[in-house]
């Protein structure tokens, strides 16, 4: 029998921590869900492995080391309302909902979005508004955003996009730079003054 709750911890001392994720809140809500809870029956196997996850022909789900990279350099001060952007199988939606005020994932897979909105409910999460829509053009009727983040390595960020960052915010998103997501780039968007400066984070 799989020992998740092992697997998870191995995922935290063996990945996390050596890999400097070292934010007190990412780490602890990483240890609190169970990822395998969240992934079909056939991909629970891999729920803590460090690879991306194909789900689509163009879609990936970050592995849970690249995500905590992502969340920990948001900088969450808790009061955000934030659209994120690939909710994928509700995940990544129920570990950010934690850290920030309101959240709205966008999941433009309805087959996908249904298991994300079952999961959502079974861990009891209630500020997580989850909407099937495009992901390149976000959700502008509940904007503006605090902070946006996108895990759907896909998208191109356009003009209509980067007008839903609220003044003062950003938005974080992955590049990929070879096929297959082997490697991308984590980039922001800081709007200030109305402007909008783009800042490379790191591979």
Request: hydrophobic residues 40%; charged residues 25%.
């Amino acid at each position: 029998m799989t020992n998740f709750n092992q697997m998870r911890q191995n995922m935290i001392l063996g990945q996390f921590l050596p890999g400097l994720i070292k934010d007190s809140e990412v780490l602890n809500h990483f240890e609190e869900f169970p990822r395998e809870q969240f992934l079909p029956e056939n991909l629970r196997d891999i729920s803590y492995s460090d690879l991306n996850i194909k789900i689509g022909q163009y879609r990936y789900i970050p592995s849970p080391f690249n995500t905590a990279q992502i969340f920990q350099e948001a900088k969450f001060k808790g009061n955000e309302v934030a659209l994120l952007i690939g909710a994928n199988y509700g995940y990544e939606a129920a570990i950010a909902s934690k850290m920030v005020d309101t959240l709205i994932a966008l999941e433009q897979d309805k087959n996908i979005k249904v298991v994300a909105q079952e999961n959502l409910k079974k861990f009891n999460i209630e500020n997580v508004v989850l909407i099937s829509d495009n992901h390149e053009r976000g959700y502008k009727k509940l904007g503006p955003y605090d902070i946006i983040i996108s895990i759907d390595t896909s998208i191109i960020v356009k003009q209509e996009l980067l007008e839903q960052i609220a003044e003062g915010g950003k938005l974080m998103f992955c590049e990929k730079l070879t096929f297959g997501m082997k490697e991308s780039k984590l980039n922001v968007f800081y709007k200030q003054n109305n402007k909008y400066i783009k800042e490379n984070l790191f591979d």
